[in-house]
């Protein structure tokens, strides 16, 4: 029998190549598999009859195969499967998509349980892709608490099962608990070995809750423990500091008046600078709030006290709108900025490498190619990461070891509360921008259905005649939603519409350099309409763009979206947004009502919040903290509290938790390996 650090190869059916799928989702061992948990659980034991299915969803229905499946070719590399099955209450049509097997699999006649998504109402409601387990001779339904895992290409949750029963099975009965037992017994938690059979194969629902509500609160108080351990280590760093007289004329320089809240910020990062501690400090701002004004800041304190500063984007069209605004606001002190990118000509690096390593270069503006070998500072003291989430930990600190415990500033365009706010970046102190500077004219949004299509496309057409540019973001279509246009449809379809207009595609499935031209097309004014996926969320400025038309917006967040609406309203023409799904029924119309009522990001990630369930907020980036398994920083906040209360009583106690060697070692692991994770 397999031990449970042995590889993961070590499974019955699982070789090499598969190993290496398994790999893609850093499951090397079988100790890695039993902490990859179930994303979801489908909850097969509760059959709802044909005739009671009243709206879209996920059901298990107990069904008789009435008509022969038949295969059909709809076009080269797509085949279709359909049949009719019934029930005592009625009828219902099933498609397969792509699986030509299921007509062999499907006997008329014979009694399934199926599991899957039905689509459509009334008479074209259709059972898409289920799974389907035959029904014994004894009548006895297979239903049960199925795990749903995360997947890569080329996995089944067939082979996730396989490993995690595996995995369970090489679990010994002395297994080691980090939680201290007085901790569990408090919160009523299973201990580690009986949770981690309940989350991987639980025999009812409130088992499965009970070994999440377990496994949460051990990996928030793991992780509390660890940035309370790491906020200890920082008070006792020494680093650079910065004299903050010349602040003065760099507010004077300004071509506008701060904001109060920038005014504070800007206070602040002095504040730090001049402390003698090295500062890590997050500016977290809604669309439009002067962020980059805040960063210019910190780069003309490092400058006027004879350091350098470096500011990494995501994106070298982004790094190069930074270079160009940062130039603007720092040339009057006589600043000197400079740009390094990775598709510069090798003279043009040349000229930027010498002028960073001489020290000419003050201010350094780039991508990722600032944290390459090649590029040596002359005097790095301040290091500024634009849209966090973008980079990994790993990444900000080969920058930051390119200095000498240089100051670090990182900054967001996700609204959330401050209180999250202060747990979730963890050992980085938290400056809000709350305001929004004068003369931005708030962008007119609305909700409308698909009655107003022609309308619309006229609107589009009227906005790009009088000199402006719109964007239309389209949702990613999954297998099956025959409901859905892709981007590159819907692009045809306006094209036929417009054919007058100038249209541009862009989707995730592009390389990043057909990405970036394209969004430098449009920037230059070569393209009259960007029909995108969520790719432009974050990103570019284009001041002539002025309507944002988001297709299916029902299937977005509110925050989302409003990252969405950010895109527009950057020049000085009157912007639109026009959220598309004010149709699909009274709950998506309230949702969307709340974007046309209020640009108040902070508002929205509140409403966001209240009415999204675990895991869609924030998604899969957990903003440069170990990457979570089990919990959810959005919807844990009430466990996280009590977790990280547990942990600052037991580590006032025990600061290196000597007495506590499982949770010590258990922590170490938790951020030496895990860190990067969510970036990779």
Same mark, same amino acid.
């Given at each position: 029998m397999p031990a449970v650090d042995d590889r993961i190869q070590a499974v019955k059916g699982i070789g090499p190549k598969k190993a290496g799928l398994f790999e893609k989702l850093h499951i090397f061992t079988l100790r890695d598999m039993l902490e990859t948990y179930p994303r979801a659980y489908e909850d097969r034991t509760h059959i709802t009859p044909i005739a009671e299915i009243a709206e879209e969803g996920k059901y298990a229905l107990r069904a008789v195969v009435g008509t022969e499946p038949k295969v059909s070719r709809i076009r080269k590399g797509m085949t279709l499967v359909k049949c009719t099955v019934f029930d005592e209450s009625g009828t219902l049509a099933v498609t397969y998509f792509n699986n030509p097997y299921a007509a062999a699999l499907l006997r008329v006649g014979q009694e399934y349980l199926f599991y899957g998504s039905v689509r459509g109402l009334g008479r074209g409601r259709t059972l898409i892709s289920p799974?389907?387990?035959?029904?014994?001779?004894?009548?006895?339904?297979?239903?049960?608490?199925?795990?749903?895992?995360?997947?890569?290409a080329g996995l089944t949750q067939r082979d996730m099962a396989r490993a995690a029963e595996a995995a369970l099975a090489a679990v010994p009965g002395d297994w080691p608990d980090p939680l201290p037992e007085i901790v569990r017994v408090k919160y009523r938690l299973p201990d580690a070995a009986e949770a981690l059979g309940a989350i991987h194969a639980p025999q009812t629902a409130q088992d499965a809750a009970d070994a999440r509500r377990r496994m949460v609160f051990e990996e928030l108080f793991l992780l509390c423990?660890?940035?309370?351990?790491?906020?200890?280590?920082?008070?006792?760093?020494?680093?650079?500091?910065?004299? #903050?007289?010349?602040?003065?004329? +760099?507010?004077? %320089?300004?071509?506008? !008046?701060p904001t109060g809240a920038q005014r504070r910020a800007i206070a602040e990062i002095a504040a730090d600078c001049a402390s003698g501690r090295p500062m890590n400090r997050l500016v977290q701002g809604d669309v439009g709030s002067g962020k980059t004004a805040v960063a210019a800041a910190l780069c003309a304190l490092a400058a006027q006290n004879g350091w350098q500063a470096a500011f990494m984007a995501p994106t070298e069209i982004l790094a190069a709108q930074h270079a160009e605004t940062l130039a603007a606001l720092l040339g009057r002190l006589n600043i000197a900025v400079t740009l390094l990118t990775g598709s510069m000509t090798a003279a043009q690096k040349r000229a930027a490498l010498a002028a960073v390593e001489s020290g000419a270069a003050q201010v350094v503006v780039g991508t990722h190619a600032l944290?390459?070998?090649?590029?040596?500072?002359?005097?790095?003291?301040?290091?500024? #990461?634009?849209?966090?989430?973008? +980079?990994?930990? %790993?990444?900000?600190? !080969?920058?930051?070891?390119?200095?000498?415990?240089?100051?670090?500033l990182v900054m967001s365009a996700t609204p959330i509360p401050r209180t999250l706010a202060l747990i979730m970046y963890g050992d980085l102190d938290v400056s809000i921008l709350d305001e929004t500077p004068p003369g931005r004219s708030p962008v007119a949004t609305y909700a409308v259905g698909e009655s107003m299509r022609r309308r619309i496309t006229a609107f589009i057409d009227k906005q790009v005649?009088?000199?402006?540019?719109?964007?239309?973001?389209?949702?990613?279509?999954?297998?099956?939603?025959?409901?859905?246009?892709?981007?590159?449809?819907h692009a045809l379809d306006l094209q036929k519409a417009l054919p007058h207009r100038r249209i541009a595609v862009l989707h995730g499935r592009m390389?990043?350099?057909?990405?970036?031209?394209?969004?430098?097309?449009?920037?230059?004014?070569?393209?009259?309409?960007?029909v995108a996926t969520t790719v432009i969320e974050v990103g570019?400025?284009?001041?002539?763009?002025?309507?944002?038309?988001?297709?299916?917006?029902?299937?977005f967040g509110l925050s989302q979206l409003h990252q969405l609406r950010g895109r527009v309203g950057r020049g000085t023409r009157q912007s639109y947004c026009v959220?598309?799904?004010?149709?699909?029924?009274?709950?998506?119309?309230?949702?969307?009502?709340?974007?046309?009522?209020?640009?108040?990001g902070f508002e929205i990630a509140r409403a966001d919040l209240a009415q999204r369930g675990p895991g869609d907020f924030f998604g899969r980036r957990q903003h440069g903290l170990p990457a979570l398994h089990a919990a959810d920083l959005a919807a844990d906040l009430a466990l996280m509290q009590a977790a990280r209360e547990e942990a600052e009583a037991i580590l006032t106690a025990d600061p290196t938790l000597a007495g506590y060697p499982v949770l010590r070692d258990r922590v170490q692991r938790m951020f030496q390996t895990r860190s990067d994770e969510a970036f990779n």
């Amino acid at each position: 029998m397999p031990a449970v650090d042995d590889r993961i190869q070590a499974v019955k059916g699982i070789g090499p190549k598969k190993a290496g799928l398994f790999e893609k989702l850093h499951i090397f061992t079988l100790r890695d598999m039993l902490e990859t948990y179930p994303r979801a659980y489908e909850d097969r034991t509760h059959i709802t009859p044909i005739a009671e299915i009243a709206e879209e969803g996920k059901y298990a229905l107990r069904a008789v195969v009435g008509t022969e499946p038949k295969v059909s070719r709809i076009r080269k590399g797509m085949t279709l499967v359909k049949c009719t099955v019934f029930d005592e209450s009625g009828t219902l049509a099933v498609t397969y998509f792509n699986n030509p097997y299921a007509a062999a699999l499907l006997r008329v006649g014979q009694e399934y349980l199926f599991y899957g998504s039905v689509r459509g109402l009334g008479r074209g409601r259709t059972l898409i892709s289920p799974q389907a387990e035959r029904i014994p001779a004894d009548g006895h339904s297979p239903g049960r608490i199925v795990p749903v895992y995360p997947l890569t290409a080329g996995l089944t949750q067939r082979d996730m099962a396989r490993a995690a029963e595996a995995a369970l099975a090489a679990v010994p009965g002395d297994w080691p608990d980090p939680l201290p037992e007085i901790v569990r017994v408090k919160y009523r938690l299973p201990d580690a070995a009986e949770a981690l059979g309940a989350i991987h194969a639980p025999q009812t629902a409130q088992d499965a809750a009970d070994a999440r509500r377990r496994m949460v609160f051990e990996e928030l108080f793991l992780l509390c423990c660890g940035l309370q351990q790491l906020r200890e280590r920082r008070k006792a760093e020494t680093g650079i500091s910065f004299a #903050a007289q010349g602040l003065s004329a +760099f507010v004077e %320089a300004l071509p506008f !008046a701060p904001t109060g809240a920038q005014r504070r910020a800007i206070a602040e990062i002095a504040a730090d600078c001049a402390s003698g501690r090295p500062m890590n400090r997050l500016v977290q701002g809604d669309v439009g709030s002067g962020k980059t004004a805040v960063a210019a800041a910190l780069c003309a304190l490092a400058a006027q006290n004879g350091w350098q500063a470096a500011f990494m984007a995501p994106t070298e069209i982004l790094a190069a709108q930074h270079a160009e605004t940062l130039a603007a606001l720092l040339g009057r002190l006589n600043i000197a900025v400079t740009l390094l990118t990775g598709s510069m000509t090798a003279a043009q690096k040349r000229a930027a490498l010498a002028a960073v390593e001489s020290g000419a270069a003050q201010v350094v503006v780039g991508t990722h190619a600032l944290i390459q070998q090649s590029v040596v500072f002359h005097r790095l003291g301040a290091v500024i #990461a634009d849209e966090q989430h973008r +980079f990994g930990v %790993a990444q900000r600190a !080969a920058l930051a070891a390119k200095g000498q415990t240089p100051h670090t500033l990182v900054m967001s365009a996700t609204p959330i509360p401050r209180t999250l706010a202060l747990i979730m970046y963890g050992d980085l102190d938290v400056s809000i921008l709350d305001e929004t500077p004068p003369g931005r004219s708030p962008v007119a949004t609305y909700a409308v259905g698909e009655s107003m299509r022609r309308r619309i496309t006229a609107f589009i057409d009227k906005q790009v005649q009088a000199g402006g540019q719109a964007y239309v973001v389209c949702p990613l279509v999954e297998e099956g939603e025959t409901n859905l246009k892709s981007a590159e449809q819907h692009a045809l379809d306006l094209q036929k519409a417009l054919p007058h207009r100038r249209i541009a595609v862009l989707h995730g499935r592009m390389k990043s350099a057909d990405k970036e031209q394209i969004m430098r097309a449009f920037a230059a004014q070569e393209y009259d309409i960007l029909v995108a996926t969520t790719v432009i969320e974050v990103g570019v400025d284009v001041p002539n763009a002025n309507l944002m038309v988001v297709e299916d917006a029902d299937r977005f967040g509110l925050s989302q979206l409003h990252q969405l609406r950010g895109r527009v309203g950057r020049g000085t023409r009157q912007s639109y947004c026009v959220f598309f799904g004010a149709d699909k029924g009274e709950t998506a119309r309230e949702r969307l009502k709340i974007l046309c009522r209020t640009g108040d990001g902070f508002e929205i990630a509140r409403a966001d919040l209240a009415q999204r369930g675990p895991g869609d907020f924030f998604g899969r980036r957990q903003h440069g903290l170990p990457a979570l398994h089990a919990a959810d920083l959005a919807a844990d906040l009430a466990l996280m509290q009590a977790a990280r209360e547990e942990a600052e009583a037991i580590l006032t106690a025990d600061p290196t938790l000597a007495g506590y060697p499982v949770l010590r070692d258990r922590v170490q692991r938790m951020f030496q390996t895990r860190s990067d994770e969510a970036f990779n």
